[in-house]
Each structure stands twice: as structure tokens, then as C-alpha cells.
Nanobody, 122 residues
């Protein structure tokens, strides 16, 4: 079992920045890849950023590429998502997830955090 606890969400104006954190714990957690997903009101959940085990490689959805940065502090068992130049369309519940493969496909998600809300006003 893997536990994921997000923090750092909030409300910000367009063009602003937020940093999300995710504390990971549990048996076997280092074996999984980590990623961030989000779900906007009325929309399906989508993957936005993923990081390979050890943090050597990252990739992003087209909608956030160049604005968001995923990283991890292995010593602290913490995953981050730095979000810059936020747009109203980034408003969503953001979830930290553990996946069985290095992927932004929802079918690869094994564990979900409880989510943290990000609201961007224009």
C-alpha cells in the first residue's frame, strides 16, 4: 500500500505561481513512478506531468509544457509540481499518483492521493 498526501493548493490570479507538494510513504513506494493528474469541473481526469524513478526523466502534457515543472526530493520522499504562468483553464483538483509504468495514461495509475484544489482567477 502506498500513501500519497498532497498540499500547496490555493487560489491565485492568472499569471501567478503555485508549488504543490506530495508526501509519499508506504511499502514498495520507491518502485512506482510518480505523476500529477488533474480534474477540472465537468471534465475527465488527465495526466499533466510524470517523472521517472530516480528523477532522471520527465515529460509533460502539451497543455502545461513550458509552464509546469515536476521534480522530487528522494531523501524527503516528496514530489513537487512547480506551476508558473497559471491560466484560468488550469483550475482543477490536482492529484499526486503512483503509476505502474512511466506514463500519463490513467490506466497506469495504481494509487491516488486525496487531491488539492487549485483555482486560477482571470
Amino acid at each position: 500500500q502506498v500513501q500519497l498526501v498532497e498540499s500547496g493548493g490555493g487560489s491565485v490570479q492568472a499569471g501567478g505561481s503555485l508549488r504543490l507538494s506530495c508526501a509519499a510513504s508506504g511499502n514498495g513506494y520507491p518502485r512506482y513512478c510518480l505523476a500529477w493528474f488533474r480534474q477540472a469541473p465537468g471534465k475527465e481526469r488527465e495526466g499533466v506531468a510524470a517523472i521517472s524513478p530516480g528523477g532522471y526523466s520527465t515529460f509533460y502534457s502539451d497543455s502545461v509544457k513550458g509552464r509546469f515543472t515536476i521534480s522530487q526530493d528522494i531523501a524527503k520522499n516528496t514530489l513537487y509540481l512547480q506551476m508558473n504562468n497559471l491560466k484560468p483553464e488550469d483550475t482543477a483538483m490536482y492529484y499526486c499518483v503512483a503509476t505502474t509504468e512511466w506514463s500519463l495514461e490513467i490506466k497506469a495509475v495504481k494509487y491516488w492521493g486525496q487531491g488539492t484544489q487549485v483555482t486560477v482567477s482571470s
